[in-house]
Each structure stands twice: as C-alpha cells, then as structure tokens.
C-alpha cells in the first residue's frame, strides 16, 4: 500500500488509457449528453464500462472529468472511488450500500447524524443507533469519524474493526470511516481495517473553499459497481463545473495539506501553551486564564488501551483542532477579532477559518472555538491569535469580564 501521496499521482493519475487529449489543462465541459456512436451492433448503453468509459452517454451515469478526479482519488487512496454531489449525499449513498441492522455511531459531525435519520425515515424501519463502545452483532455498520469533529482528536480504527472479539468485523458488521478531518497523506484507513472511506471533498479535496462534493472509497471493484448503479439512479452525481474545480485542487493535495498540518500543529502546541499559564502570569505577552483547553491529536497522549495516535496519522497531524474558552462571551467575539482568520465554518480551505462552533452546531458547547489552518504563514497566524487574545484579556482586566457583556465592548 501506497503511504506517501505522491505528486505525480495527483499529476498524471487520470491519463486514463487511451483518453490523453493534446491539451494540457483539461477543458470544462458541461455537455449532459453526448453524442452516439454509429450503429456497431453492441456497442449499447449497458456495454460501457462506467470505471473506464470509452464514451460518456450522459452526464448522470459519467462525464470525463469527475471520472478522471475519480481515478486520481481511488488511486492516492488505495482503492476505487466514486464523487457525490455533496458529503452528505455520499453519506447517504453509504447507508443504502451497506444497509445496517444497527448503526454505531458517536458524536462527530452532526450533519451525518441527521443524514442517517433521513435515512431510517426512508427505510420506514426500525435501524437501532447504538455507541461505538457497545457490542456489535452482525449485520451493523460502524460508523467512525477520525479526526473527530470539532476536537480533531484520533479514534482507533483497528480497534473497532478488529483488534478485540467485540470488534465489528469479528461478528460480521462492516466499517465505515469519516476520514474527512484526515486525507491522505495524514492517514490511510484501509490499513487499519476500515471496509469504505469517506470525505466531504468539501474540505480538503476541494481545499479551495469553493465547491461541494463527497467521496466513498471502497476496496473492490464489486462494491465500486453497486456504488455506481446507485449512483446513477439516486442522481447524486457532482455537477461538472465541481468536478473540474475538484481536479484542479487535487494537483495540490500533496503541497497544501501538508503544509496546513505542519502550521496547525505548531499553533495547536503554542495555544496550548497558553492554556497551560495560569491566570496573572503571562506567555509572550499573552494573559493566562483565557483558554481552558485545546484539543489536537498531537496533544492526546496514549489511551488506557495503548492507542498511540501517532501510528495512524502517519503523514502528519490534522489541520482542524479545537479550544474551549473559559468564558462563552469571549468564544463569541474572537472569530470577528482576528485579521487573516475568517469567522465562517466549514474547514480545509487555504485560508484559515474560526467559528465559536455553537454558530453551527446547535448542540454545542457555547465556549468552543474551531479552528482550520489555512496556507497561510504560521508567523502571521500566531500573531493574529495573540493580538486578539490580548485584546480579550484586557477587556476582562478592566472588570466587564463576566459583567459586562463583550458585545458592549466592541
Ligand atoms: C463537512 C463534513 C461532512 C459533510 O460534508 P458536506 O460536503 O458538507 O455535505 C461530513 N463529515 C465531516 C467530518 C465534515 O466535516
């Protein structure tokens, strides 16, 4: 198995036999249907191969350029891959592939918890949801997010696929893995035991900020045609204007996300520092006593079980962490302090974002702060966060803390 991503995958991993065309940069096409062959007497719908098409039909079944991202994504992630309109649509696609009995699944992203309540409404069955610390029986699906949502903490694929006798593949249940917070060349899920990878290409595929997609990655060619007979007939295709942008984006995978890792790594470890000085001392002109915790797999030491976070993320640490302030007001305010992070969600783009995250997710904690760490140089961003949470401790040296209302302030 592939453990680096390599450049001249994401470059050259689409010149799919026999279908180089003599332009460089591929053009955009947003044709839906194309052009029949002359009768040849087999040559019908059913007789393409939809992995490796000779000819598109219409743009719901393929067109050229989602299926050349599709090569260059089941390529760096060692398998074959299919696109969705959006991750949720690619979530969706999962459940009616793998249609569970039951399904684990514990905290994470709260987009996927409603898609699978979308989904049991569909079935019109009783699809109990059980947590990923319960026993498993056959017939239930897995569901794992790593990095987790918001923390952008570490779970042990191989434990919950087969490390122990409860695990899910040793009673006859399957596992999916949200890899979303982890792309390559940060983690690979199939070593650890993961039976289908899935990402919002939102993210980091995209990494642009400027499309929405959704990819599912399984390990057979089998599984990748039911995908895609799916596919066809839920109509949840990317819409070919994305797909081109997903392209594009790839080519950079290997420079941006490495880059973004390294930066969040090295802020992860400085606002932990922060965190760590107490109240009325300070860290590089920083006030303690505003930062009650930060979150980040390269913070999370080595579980009770012996899960050392460091053998999965073998590429490098997650780009999206989180930290819990001491005070909600403060986590309102610092998104719309800071100069070069933008206060909006989502994650993965080249520009940082910030988000007191209970403004997208109502479930949580007011206090929580999520962070995506863009391309931008560490220098700049650590200097952001350090003039804002410097501006928010001499709001609270002046009394208002907890008094007075930050809003009044600013
Ligand atoms: C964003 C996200 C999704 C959903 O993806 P969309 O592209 O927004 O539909 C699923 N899982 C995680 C972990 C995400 O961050």
């Known amino acids: 198995m592939a453990s680096k991503l390599r450049g001249t995958d994401l470059i050259h991993g689409d010149n799919i036999a026999g279908s180089i065309p003599n332009e460089v940069a591929p ?25 490796n098409p000779s000819r598109h039909v219409y743009s719901r079944y393929t067109q050229s350029i989602s299926t050349r991202a599709e090569h260059i994504l089941g390529r760096i992630n060692d398998g074959y891959a299919l696109t969705y309109s959006s991750g949720l649509a690619a979530a969706y696609a999962a459940l009616v592939f793998f249609k569970p009995k039951r399904i684990a699944i514990s905290g994470g992203y709260h987009g996927c918890h409603a898609t699978i309540e979308v989904y ?34 570490s779970r042990d694929i191989g434990h919950y696929a087969e490390k122990e006798s409860r695990a899910v593949h040793k009673v006859g249940g399957k596992l999916l893995v949200d890899a979303t917070f982890g792309p390559p060349p940060l983690q690979y899920p199939f070593k650890f035991g993961a039976d289908c990878v899935f990402h919002s290409a939102t993210k980091y595929f995209g990494g642009h900020s400027d499309l929405l997609g959704g990819v599912l990655i399984v390990k057979s060619l089998e599984s990748w045609n039911s ?19 997903l392209l594009r984006s790839l080519r950079t995978l290997h420079l941006r996300v490495p880059r973004q890792s390294e930066t969040a790594t090295s802020l992860a470890q400085w606002l932990n520092a922060v965190a760590k000085t107490p109240a009325g001392q300070n860290i590089e002109g920083v006030p303690g006593g505003i930062i009650e915790k930060v979150w980040h797999s390269s913070l999370q030491p080595v579980d009770s079980r012996g899960f050392d976070p460091r053998t999965q993320m073998e590429g490098g640490w997650n780009a999206t962490f989180a930290m819990l302030l001491k005070d909600p007001e403060h986590a309102r305010h610092l998104p719309h302090l800071l100069k070069y992070f933008v206060p909006a969600t989502s994650l993965g783009g080249v520009e940082s974002l910030v988000e007191q995250r209970l403004q997208s997710d109502p479930g949580a904690d007011p206090r929580l702060i999520r962070l995506s760490i863009g391309v931008e140089e560490f220098e700049d961003l650590k200097n952001d966060l350090k003039a ?7 709001v609270c040296a002046f009394s208002f803390c907890r008094h007075t209302p930050v809003t009044r302030i600013f």
């Open 120 to 153: 049991k409404k569909a079935r019109g069955a009783d699809i109990p949801i059980i947590d990923i610390e319960d026993d498993f029986q056959g017939g239930d699906l897995c569901w794992l997010e790593t990095p987790l949502n918001p923390t952008g903490e």
């Open 227 to 245: 995908l895609i007979s799916d596919r066809i007939f839920l109509g949840s295709v990317m819409g070919s204007l994305e797909a081109w942008l």
């Open 27 to 51: 053009s955009i096409s947003v044709s839906t249907t194309f052009r029949q062959p002359k009768p040849s007497g087999v040559d019908t719908v059913s007789a393409v191969d939809l992995r």
């Open 388 to 394: 804002a949470l410097i501006l928010l401790a001499q």
